[in-house]
């Protein structure tokens, strides 16, 4: 494919041919990448010339990295800072990922698996973590396949609206920031095929939707969907944020993730048109797994004191930890207005999320439901916002709490990550404890 063709653009071929298939695109540097529990890119961007030894060799980083917190301070009591001396693990490139980029000219990228220096793999990379649990469903029988649905707000150089009112979907609307749209598209479209953009329910909020695709692939697009937005919003006078919840008065970013599995016939086993909601048992499964597993799991979902300010009523973030056809009050949305597109939505996470991490949590627990026969129970109908049904757990402190005490995701996710993931988080947690809110302190200040 050529880069003057359509888009992505993605290697295809072997180690033998990546440095010629570089040099025919006029690439002089290759960014090789990864990602931190909080999902931000970490990298290198290493010359041409070097390249070959990186694919030889590997590329070495501080597995610090895996001990920062949001703000890049090193959380004390990981497997990764001072218990190891700061040493270091050894990014491979995995050439599968390698793609060009639309936004940075003359530029590949390729994302890395995570190795000890004694060739093991990390057991906390997110994208480890995520292969394992693909792996699982493999012996099951099953290819997942999943799409994610992000929306994030365009914002001026100072991180604040560029627009006011609520238009969703308003083509007029769209056609104000038409010229940033239409650069933010090309950017996106180095990492997968792109089904739609429209404006949504805030200011200046927008929502892009990825074609699907193998989950480990898709996760590896979204996450690097996401970093490419907001260099390529910079590039043009902009800001971007997928954070859940960021301002008041106006609704938060959403990252929906539609999910379907396939058998080694490639048939879509969610789906089964003679059946009650034309959904299978698997199906049904799948889905009691998810909603027996989301307390637990709330961590991950949910992996920052903001992404909790999206759980309120009417606040168009499900707080209902149900299921419904088509409803999207609940947790965990039914769609299958075809046999071979039935799907399982799941709607609760916020832009903020780890694309792995949550990919490889949705999976994992529904994988737990099929192997258990879990039963989701009736599908919920109406705005379940108003009804007396189970809540999601709102609060960040109880959601690690429910983390921690988890054996199955000990099991699920490992020993390792399970450790080192709350220690971060409970980092982060004690620093929002100790932190008074502006908001807050206008608030009572004067009066008590």
């Not at 917190?69 to 990981?78: F, L």
Request: with cysteine; proline share 4%.
């Amino acid at each position: 494919m050529s880069a003057d063709g359509e888009w992505p653009v993605h290697f295809s071929g072997g180690k033998d041919d990546v440095m010629a298939w570089l040099r025919s695109h006029n690439v002089e540097r290759i960014r090789a990448e990864y990602t931190d529990f909080n999902g931000i890119a970490r990298g290198k961007a290493v010359s041409l010339a070097q390249f070959e030894h990186v694919m030889q060799h590997g590329l070495a980083f501080a597995a610090t990295i895996f001990a920062l917190d949001i703000v890049a301070n090193v959380v004390p009591g990981t497997d990764y800072a001072e218990s190891i001396g700061y040493g270091d693990f050894i990014l491979r490139p995995d050439l599968s990922t390698l793609r060009l980029l639309r936004h940075e000219g003359g530029t590949a990228q390729v994302v890395g698996t995570l190795m000890w220096p004694d060739g093991s793999r990390v057991d906390s990379c997110p994208r480890n973590i995520l292969a394992r649990v693909a792996e699982r469903a493999a012996d099951m029988g099953y290819t997942a396949f999943a799409a994610p649905e992000f929306e994030f707000y365009l914002l001026n150089e100072d991180y604040e609206l560029l627009d006011e009112g609520v238009q969703c979907y308003s083509m007029q609307k769209r056609t104000k920031f038409l010229s940033e749209e239409l650069a933010l598209l090309e950017a996106a479209s180095a990492h997968a095929q792109l089904e739609n953009s429209h404006y949504e329910y805030g200011p200046g909020q927008y929502e892009m939707t990825m074609r699907y695709q193998e989950i480990r692939s898709i996760a590896d697009a979204g996450s690097l969907f996401r970093a490419t937005l907001k260099e390529a919003a910079m590039g043009i006078g902009r800001r971007i944020s997928f954070m859940a919840k960021p301002f008041d008065g106006v609704t938060g970013n959403s990252c929906h993730i539609h999910l379907s599995l396939v058998d080694a016939a490639g048939n879509n086993v969610f789906a089964a048109p003679n059946e009650p909601q034309h959904i299978s048992d698997t199906c049904r499964h799948f889905i009691g797994g998810v909603l027996a597993h989301m307390p637990e799991l709330t961590a991950i979902f949910f992996p920052n004191s903001n992404s909790y300010r999206r759980l309120v009523p009417a606040n168009f973030a499900p707080i209902s930890l149900v299921w419904g056809v088509d409803n999207r009050t609940a947790a965990v949305r039914v769609l299958n207005e075809t046999p071979e597109a039935t799907r399982s939505e799941l709607r609760v996470c916020g832009g903020d999320i780890h694309v792995h991490l949550a990919m490889a949590a949705y999976l994992a627990a529904g994988l737990d439901g099929i192997q258990k026969g879990t039963d989701p129970g009736e599908q919920s109908v109406g705005d379940l916002d108003e009804q007396d049904v189970e809540r999601l757990p709102d609060d960040w402190g109880d959601a690690l709490d429910a983390f921690d005490a988890s054996d199955w995701v000990k099991q699920a996710f490992g020993d390792e990550f399970h450790r080192n993931y709350s220690t971060v988080k409970r980092y982060e947690y004690a620093a929002f404890r100790r932190t008074v809110p502006e908001s807050e302190r206008k608030t009572y200040i004067e009066f008590l």
